[in-house]
Structures are given as structure tokens and as C-alpha cells.
């Protein structure tokens, strides 16, 4: 129960850290509070991120060891975890990294100017970006202003009433986007547990692997990508198949592609299974996760490699997260792909040859959980 305990205890104190990590890396441009005293601490916590690269960099891996090595023993000691305790430590990760800077990425800016786009201009942001609106104070700490909305109509029902909620101010309007994807990540993890029990998986392990897993908490409870809103849904559908409810899991699954469209690539497997009308969930999952792997592919040909793009499949490989195979390139590929901020967090930039850096860097990621696996599989025999 001790080493439980300090289990516990030292993931908390990680995710703590990561919290106040998270700070160091606000935008120069960005003032979240004009409050002296709070400005002398942001200031202080920049010039790590900003003036001190190096050590930026350092605490950065410090806490990536730590939380993979904690996520390690997660999944070792799961039988020994009461459920409570996994729950507990979800909410309280949740609620601690709510509040969190998106330190890794500017997507949560664009956003909130997507939704501010018709809530407060009165335009459509289909037609118009946020180049569009020179003035937007908003447009001296954001990125990728040059790009109309390239999602789905069913992510605007979601933002849109965030924005007005906001009443177009940032701050609370920022942590409204935060809380939603809080929320999400909770949501999924609630999918993840119950239907882990209707298919009579280790409820545990499974949702272990799912809720602590560090790409998963870096991504989306820091970050706030709206890739996990789009998987919630996703992860409904599922649900909601296997209850045979088919028509709301179809209903699901459109309203998942309708956020953003690589759950599309889910398609094929809803249709065959429903069709051989087979409980073999094993296979349906493994298959889910393949295509879902097509879908990061395909993102990633049609742009670059984002470390977020592993959402994709991590909900739907998790299920079968007691394959060492699956185990294996689980956390190999979420640390490599984590890995890849290293190099902006160190020199503040993207250009060359750093692009070419990354591509090296995660396509070694993959050959190396290729070439464990396969000696895992040698050895084994």
C-alpha cells in the first residue's frame, strides 16, 4: 500500500509541476493579468521559457522521465489500485491542468478567434480569417492567422456558446475552451471505464492506460486540442454499438466526423461488424485502431506530424493495451512524439533543419518499437 501511496503522491506532485511548467512558456504579446504582483511572477516564469532555454529545456525532460516512469508503474500496479483512487487522481489531474497555460501549442487561440469570428464580427469563418480583422489585439500572440476554419461545422456548436458566454473577453473565455476540454477528457475516460466493463476487460488497466498516459494529459488537458471532443463522440458511437443502439451510435459518429473528419476513417469497421453482427471486440478495436493509425498518416502527409495526432488512436489501442505489442508502441511512440518539442522548447523556433530533425526523430520512434516488438516476440518464443 506504501509504494501505492507514493505512486500516487508523486504523480500529483508531477502534475503539479507541470502546472507551473506550463507558465513559462506565455506568450511574450500575452498579458493574462494586469495585477502587479501577478505580472512580476509571469515575468519571472518567462524568462525561463523565454531567456533561459536551457533550462526550460532541462525541467521539460525532468518531467517527461517522471511522468513516463509514473505512467509505467500505473500499468504495472493497476491490479493493486482501488478504482476510487484512479478516479480521484483523474478528477484532480483535470482540475490542476484546467488551469494550466496551452504551453505547447497556439491552436487554442485560433479557436477561440474561429467562434469570436461570428460572435463578435458577425461573419463566417469559412470565408474569413483572422488576418481578416488586423486590429484584434488577439493577432500579436497568435499563430496561423492566415487560415480560414478548416473544421467541421459540429465544432462551432460547441465554441460558439463558449464565445458568448466569454462576452468576448479573453481570460474567461480561454479557461471556458479549457474547461470543455477537461470535460471531454473526463468524458472519455467515463466511455473508456464503462465500456472496458461491458466487454469484460480489466477496467483498470485500461483506464490507466487511457488517463495517465503523459501524450494524452500533455495534449489535451494543457494543450486543449479539439481532438478529444472529436473522440469523445467517437468513443460514444462505440459505446452505443455495442449497447446496439444503433442508430444513436450512428448519429454519434457523425456528430464526431462533423468536429473534426478523421473519425471517418472509423466508418468501414462500424459497417462490417454491424453487418456480421460478431462480438468479437478484440479484432473490432485493433481494427479501429489501424484505421485510425491511416487517419494520422493521412493528417500527417497532408500537413506535417503533430504529436496531438496520436489521439487519433490511443482510445480505441488502449482496449487492447494488455498485447505487449500494443503496450510497447504505446509508450514508445507517446514519448518520442512528446519528444519532439524538445528542440522548439530549447532554440524558440521551427526552421531548418529542425523539420528535418523531427521527421528523423519519429520515424527512428517507429522503427525502434518495431525492432523491440520483434525481439520481444523472439525472446518470448
Known amino acids: 500500500m506504501k509504494k501505492i501511496q507514493f505512486l500516487i503522491s508523486s504523480f500529483w506532485l508531477t502534475i503539479i509541476a ?22 512580476t511572477i509571469e515575468k519571472s516564469f518567462q524568462y525561463i521559457g523565454y531567456f533561459n532555454r536551457p533550462l526550460s ?17 500505473f500499468l504495472k500496479f493497476s491490479k493493486l489500485l482501488k478504482i476510487k483512487n484512479i478516479w480521484i487522481t483523474i478528477i484532480f489531474t483535470s482540475l490542476i491542468l484546467t488551469f494550466s497555460y496551452n504551453a505547447f501549442s497556439y491552436d487554442l487561440f485560433n479557436y477561440i478567434f474561429d467562434a469570436k469570428i461570428i460572435t463578435h464580427y458577425h461573419l463566417n469563418p469559412y470565408l474569413h480569417k483572422a488576418l481578416d480583422f488586423h486590429h484584434d489585439p488577439m493577432l500579436s500572440f497568435m499563430h496561423w492567422t492566415q ?5 467541421g461545422p459540429f465544432w462551432l456548436l460547441l465554441t460558439v456558446p463558449l464565445s458568448f458566454l466569454g462576452l468576448n473577453y479573453f481570460l474567461p473565455t480561454f479557461f471556458l475552451f479549457k474547461i470543455l476540454a477537461s470535460v471531454s ?13 461491458k466487454i469484460n476487460k480489466d477496467e483498470k488497466l485500461i483506464l490507466s492506460a487511457f488517463a495517465f498516459n503523459p501524450l494524452v494529459i500533455m495534449e489535451v488537458l494543457v494543450s486543449a486540442h479539439n481532438d478529444i471532443e472529436m473522440m469523445f463522440f467517437g468513443l460514444l458511437a462505440v ?20 468536429i473534426k473528419f478523421a473519425t471517418g476513417f472509423l466508418i468501414p469497421v462500424f459497417v462490417i461488424f454491424n ?13 479501429s485502431s489501424i ?3 491511416l487517419a494520422v498518416i493521412a493528417a500527417s502527409i497532408r500537413s506535417t506530424f503533430q504529436p496531438w495526432y496520436l489521439l487519433y488512436v490511443l482510445p480505441f489501442s488502449v482496449f487492447v493495451i494488455e498485447k505487449k505489442y500494443i503496450l510497447i508502441s504505446t509508450i514508445i511512440l507517446s514519448l518520442v512524439a512528446l519528444l519532439d518539442y524538445v528542440p522548439f522548447l530549447y532554440t524558440g523556433n ?10 528523423s526523430l519519429n520515424l527512428s520512434g517507429v522503427g525502434l518499437a518495431v525492432i523491440i516488438v520483434f525481439f520481444y516476440k523472439i525472446i518470448k518464443r
Open 239 to 258: 459505446y452505443l454499438f455495442i449497447e446496439k443502439k444503433y442508430w444513436n451510435s450512428l448519429f454519434s459518429l457523425i456528430f464526431s466526423i462533423g
Open 18 to 39: 507541470l502546472f507551473f511548467y506550463s507558465y513559462t512558456q506565455v506568450d511574450l504579446s500575452l498579458t493574462l493579468s494586469r495585477a502587479s504582483i501577478y505580472q
Open 185 to 197: 477528457y473526463l468524458g472519455c475516460c467515463f466511455l473508456i471505464y464503462k465500456i472496458a466493463k
Open 275 to 287: 453487418f456480421l453482427k460478431k462480438n468479437n471486440w478484440d479484432k473490432f478495436f485493433i481494427w
Open 147 to 151: 487560415r480560414t476554419y478548416p473544421y
Open 291 to 293: 484505421l485510425m493509425f
Open 57 to 73: 529545456t532541462i525541467i521539460y525532460l525532468i518531467i517527461l522521465v517522471i511522468v513516463f516512469i509514473l505512467y509505467f508503474l
Open 350 to 359: 521551427w526552421n531548418p533543419p529542425i523539420p528535418q530533425i523531427l521527421l
